[in-house]
């Protein structure tokens, strides 16, 4: 989330983590919401400078951004348990 200051960036993750979550079906704390919607936003501007050259704009684009990131985090949590 560049451009953002810690505490945005903490209430966006939490923000983006939660909505991932509902999205996945899951369960998980705040803290977790946090952390997925954080690292989510991280993998996902990672994976929109790779496919498109860019990423999203704004604290809405960052928002969407996160919310993929976040499910693809959680499908790959998902997708580890199963094999292990």
Known sequence: MEG?????SIILGAIAGWIAEKIMKSDHGLLLNIIL???GALLGNWLARAIFGTTAGGAIGQLVIAVIGACILIALGRLIRRNT
């Open 37 to 39: 919607g954080i690292v």
């Open 4 to 8: 953002f200051g810690w505490i945005l």
